[in-house]
């Protein structure tokens, strides 16, 4: 399991972060990683257990396209997806109160076991966004120092990506929050 968290101090009140952090389409528009082609709520109503989302984005250049279904969810703190890719992954989000506004919280996790399987050659959206994530060659190793230094380089990327993204919703909210005050 490749495991990547980050956390960001954000001058706002929760209320504040956990709207954005819900509201994915706008969520996903603030990650300076990806373009977002197109992230639709496929289920109607308010987020809640159930809830699936489509996403189509452009990534280092190429399109990934995936669904996720909210499989955890505490309104006002906390929101967990996992997508149906290969592999699969699963986002944590919390939101909690802090001393001066609030602790937003990003656990991103993907399964090992599943990451070390050939790539395929097809253009089926789950190769591409393999492609898109590990490279376009195989993520099997046969040496095992060899395949955990696949995973150590996979897990710096997406910690390097996890916090540019946080760093973004951040600054809009914090850009929000003083509009508001001002």
Not at 69 to 78: D, H, S, T, V, Y
Not at 116 to 140: C, E, M, S, Y
């Amino acid at each position: 399991m490749v495991d990547v968290e980050h956390s960001v101090e954000i001058n706002a009140d929760p209320e504040s972060v956990f709207s954005l952090v819900t509201d994915i389409p706008r969520k996903a528009q603030l990650d300076p990683n990806a373009k977002v082609l197109g992230v639709v709520q496929e289920t109607e109503g308010p987020v809640a257990i159930g809830t699936k989302f489509h996403y189509r984005l452009v990534v280092e250049g190429k399109i990934a396209e995936y669904r996720s279904q909210c499989i955890a969810f505490e309104p006002g703190r906390l929101l967990e997806t996992v997508s149906d890719s290969d592999p699969p992954f699963t986002v944590r989000v919390t939101v909690a109160p802090s001393s001066n506004g609030a602790r937003l919280t990003q656990k991103e996790s993907f399964t090992a076991q599943r990451i070390h399987i050939p790539l395929p050659t097809a253009d089926g959206w789950r190769g591409k966004l393999l492609r898109v994530l590990f490279g376009n060659r195989d993520a099997i190793q046969q040496d095992p120092n060899a395949s955990r230094d696949e995973e150590a380089r996979m897990e710096a990327k997406i910690k390097w990506r996890l916090e540019k993204w946080l760093e973004a919703i951040k600054q809009e909210l914090e850009s929000q929050h003083a509009r508001l005050n001002a």
